[in-house]
């Protein structure tokens, strides 16, 4: 199954690159993290997918099970809470804020793919 000629890996490898998900040719943000209204490119509308929470809940899984066998190891390595508990909290920040964008790009990509539009 195909929309509009481009296959489900397509559209999220676009996604993942933050580009237009329908023809992979302009970018699909504006800033950081705010969609563009239409694609400059293909005209197709993007701010119609609702991105609004699901990526944060994604990355924030993703991050969580990139983090969590550190967090063990960690007090094995070092007992002070004051060394572990700093390089966590910025571990977690940092890989959160690095892939937030590039989650969100998929995760309209996909939305993209399915049809899934705000409910007028």
Known sequence: MARNG???GTALLRGLG???PCCGEASAFRGYLKVVDT???CDTP???YPTDDGPAYLTMLLIGHVIIAPAFFFPVVWQEPQVTIPI???SIGALTLAALPFVK???LALLWYLGLKHAR
């Open 6 to 8: 481009v296959k489900l």
């Open 105 to 107: 790009g998929a995760f």
């Open 18 to 20: 933050r580009k237009c």
């Open 88 to 90: 966590l909290i910025g």
């Open 46 to 48: 993007l701010s119609l």
């Open 39 to 41: 694609c400059p490119s």
